[in-house]
């Protein structure tokens, strides 16, 4: 069973949780740029965690179904139709075959997450089936969604899907201003003693030439103390690096694997996903918490997340 | 951090933790980084999603809720406490083929000048010596290897080339490396090797891992293709 992709969208990719455990040889680990609405898609048809959808970014796709699939859409709030009639979002439908699944405006956020029942099942680089769009590596011959592409849909498990219609999505959704946490580190010391005060002092706006590898930020410029280069290390998820710029750097989802600059905080696990549904143009007011409140926010959203991969029999 | 053995645990974010060794591009230094990187991963602690050594340090991440915290941070400091592993490499060296010059290493004849030296004085010197791989980033497959001669250690471009094709060797300072794919790239260019450091299609895809041992061979510009089809 295929899906056949009418329209594409703006940048339509296909992943999965990530090309994880391979860092060490350079490899990176791309994956969806909000993780919680990724995996919650795929929660509302029963998938494996390990599942992959489709991320749409900004325009979404217009698709056709060759055979009844159950789909769910989470994160990104869009207007849906499928054959002209309107579908609601953080729900499962059923697709039948032959009917054209069409998204519309959005309305907020930036990136939604389309679940099919059973996954995309494109064959996997390295173990996942993510797309890294600069190494050209995953999903469709590494690159976005195009006009006429047929994706591989996988048998859906035996599991059942969720009974659960949500009110919304798990992930708050930003309208384009988020206030995001970090916690300071890896190389805070690096940085004039204000510098953390003035990460926090004003918002910063994400640049135009922002992607899924990384936003680039203008606000309060930032100090280094002890120059803009460091011996290249590992770049985590979230991380804030500072080039000689001053002006910090978000590391996302397509990141490298390492870099050479100071890195001053790091977004906490729980806010990736809002993070993720921002774009161009938007605002970030950057706060620095407590770990015990990193590790709060995380078991918070891991039990809303539990709730709907384990309803109740 | 001036004692060899000193080293800390920096947290990044509440998902990796970070142990750094000594600040400097050291063998010795990068052999204990290996090395630990080795252990932790052999532990095997649950919860554990990737461990990458870099050049003298290594990034640990896990996921917070799923990790022995406690277990993994007491794993880290018994491991970073051990003695210093020498940097003998014990496994034998990978040697490569590389065409030199010509259009294959347009910058060949800039580090020759830079070194005060003929082109193929920069040969012998660049292949006369056993690298050692200390660490692999940037892209899937790029060895960051040394330590170059200081007199071929000629500085990267201040203005990268958009294009640099794959497999080109190249020379940034003390540190040397082959581009595993096609990107943008600011280091001197002195080759080309048929051998792709980095192929997802092949069994193993990847030619060099932190702590192997690198040699270069000369081959000539009717050698290449032949290797090229062995490979």
Known sequence: MNVRVIKPGMLTTIQDRGRWGLQSRGVPVAGPMDPVSHRLANALVGNDVDAATLEITLLGPELEFEAERVVAVAGAEFEMTLDNRPVPMHAPFIVSAESRFRFGARRRGVRAYLAIAGGIAIPPTLGSRSTHLISAMGGVDGRALKAGDRLPIGDPSRGRRSAIALSESVVPLPDHHARIRVLPGPQADYFTADALDLLQSRLYVIGQNSDRMGFRLDGPRLTHARGADIISDATPLGVLQVPASGQPILLMADRQTSGGYPKIATVISADISVAGQLGPGDTIEFAVCEPREAMAALIAQERALMAIELPEP | ?231
């Open chain 2, 1 to 231: 951090m001036k004692d060899a053995n000193r080293w800390r645990i920096v947290p990044a974010g509440d998902s990796a933790l970070v142990v750094e060794f000594e600040e400097r591009i050291d063998p010795i230094v990068n052999a204990r980084t290996v090395a630990f990187a080795d252990a932790v991963q052999a532990a095997n602690i649950s919860g554990v999603r990737d461990v990458v050594p870099s050049f003298r340090s290594v990034a640990v991440y896990f996921d917070p809720l799923r990790t022995p915290y406690d277990r993994l941070v007491a794993k880290l400091e018994e491991e970073a406490a051990r003695p210093i592993a020498d940097a003998t490499i014990n496994r034998d060296p990978i040697r490569i083929p590389v065409c030199y010059g010509g259009d294959f290493g347009p910058d060949l004849s800039h580090v020759a000048a830079f070194a005060k030296m003929s082109e193929a004085d920069v040969v012998r010197v660049h292949t006369s010596a056993t690298y050692r791989v200390f660490m692999v980033g940037f892209v899937a497959g790029f060895a960051y290897m040394g330590i170059v001669d200081q007199r071929i250690a000629m500085p990267r471009h201040s203005t990268p080339r958009v294009r640099v094709p794959l497999g080109t060797v190249g020379i940034a300072g003390v540190q040397t490396g082959i581009y595993p794919a096609e990107t943008p790239g600011g280091w001197q260019l002195i080759g080309r090797t048929p051998v792709k450091p980095f192929d997802a299609a092949r069994a193993e895809p990847f030619l060099m891992k932190a702590g192997d041992a690198v040699q270069f061979y000369a081959i000539e510009r009717s050698e290449f293709g032949s290797l090229k089809s062995e490979v």
